[in-house]
């Protein structure tokens, strides 16, 4: 979504909430001051980047996730859930060593230098987009 920036001569409130409520990054009203103008382009940019950059990470990571084999990508999950190793073994009946194997590769696949690292990343790319299982349950382990 493009960084917008409302500029108007005869506006009134209910307008200005509306620009703001549909991600506008600042309503001005004209005549408008240059620094105000100014102030409100350089957020605007500012914004954008970070967007832009955000945007990139998560392409990386979605890339990353994409090399995971599917039970690597379960036991990943299980870490993002906040079970521990014996707990994402016995719901996906493996043994506890399994899992610490493939929770290892996981990190190396996914160039993550900690488990809170994983987790930011996996957040970060968001679950539409992450293979994240799902069940009737809610599980994020799939069957």
């Known amino acids: 979504m493009p960084s917008v920036i409302f500029l108007s001569g005869r506006a009134g409130l209910s307008d200005c909430i509306t ?9 001005l ?4 001051e240059a ?3 100014f102030a409100a382009v350089a957020t605007a940019v500012e ?14 990571i979605y890339q990353r996730m994409t090399s995971l084999w599917p039970r690597q990508l379960q036991v990943v999950w299980g870490v993002v859930e906040g079970l521990l190793n014996k707990q ?9 060593k399994t899992v610490k194997v493939h ?12 488990t809170a690292d994983l987790v930011r990343m996996v957040l970060l790319l968001g679950s539409e987009h992450s293979g994240q299982p799902s069940d009737s349950a809610g599980s994020l382990i799939g069957p």
Do not use: C, W, Y
């Open 88 to 96: 994402i073994a016995h719901t996906l009946g493996i043994v506890e």
């Open 29 to 32: 009203t004209k005549p408008v």
């Open 19 to 27: 620009a703001m409520q549909a991600g506008a990054i600042d309503f």
């Open 103 to 114: 929770r290892a590769n996981a990190l190396v696949k996914l160039g993550a230098n900690s």
């Open 35 to 37: 620094p105000l103008l």
């Open 47 to 60: 914004r954008d980047g970070a967007t832009r950059e955000q945007a990139k990470q998560r392409r990386e």
